[in-house]
């Protein structure tokens, strides 16, 4: 269950469909000055939230820092290192130059995300089988992380994600 395995952009057609579907519809709901939250359940050392911070902020320009996601794991390590930021040369190769000058600053070989995505993104330790769950979020990711779970297991998260 503590499979730490993860990337930036891991899965690009499972960003694409939230960058052209899900996050038009949930924004589309939103009043002015409204503030977003997603909740990355299972978010390992950080990469699947930095990559829905990127590609939100492609999606919203200026008005990005109305979201906030919550990046949560059981491993107190994983999260430690997801509140850096850093990363080292290869666990940034799925990321483009492109994306990689805009968002990450080079500090001593290794890559750090960008200050003003950071502000975008809260962690926390976090058992969601176990804790209470996270209220009003607009979307939850839980991505690679039921695969892992008993089918009374999955049962359970899912039950908590559906909380109010
Ligand atoms: C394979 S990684 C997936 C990381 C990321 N979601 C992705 O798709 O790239 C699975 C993560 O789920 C975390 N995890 C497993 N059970 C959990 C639970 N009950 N609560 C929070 N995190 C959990 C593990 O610690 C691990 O970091």
Redesign the pocket.
């Known amino acids: 269950?503590?499979?730490?395995?993860?990337?930036f952009f891991?899965?690009k057609k499972y960003l694409t469909i939230y960058a052209n579907n899900v996050f038009p519809a949930i924004i589309k709901n939103k009043v002015p000055g409204e503030i977003t939250r997603i909740w990355?359940?299972?978010?390992?050392?950080g990469?699947?939230v930095y990559s829905f911070a990127i590609c939100f902020k492609e999606f919203l320009g200026d008005n990005h820092e109305r979201i906030q996601i919550f990046g949560?794991?059981?491993?107190e390590p994983?999260i430690a290192k997801a509140r850096t930021g850093m990363y080292e040369k290869n666990e940034i190769e799925n990321v483009s130059p492109e994306r990689l000058k805009d968002n990450f600053i080079k500090i001593n070989g290794d890559y750090q995300v960008s200050k003003s995505l950071r502000d975008m993104c809260v962690f926390a330790h976090?058992?969601?089988?176990?804790?209470p769950p996270f209220g009003k979020m607009d979307c939850i990711?839980?991505?690679?992380?039921l695969i892992?779970?008993e089918p009374y297991?999955q049962k359970k998260?899912l039950t908590t994600f559906i909380m109010p």
Do not use: W
Request: proline share 3%.
């Open positions: 269950m503590l499979i730490p395995v993860t990337s891991r899965d990355v359940a299972g978010c390992s050392t990469q699947e949560t794991d059981l491993s994983a976090h058992n969601f089988l176990k804790d990711s839980c991505r690679n992380v892992y779970m297991l998260a």
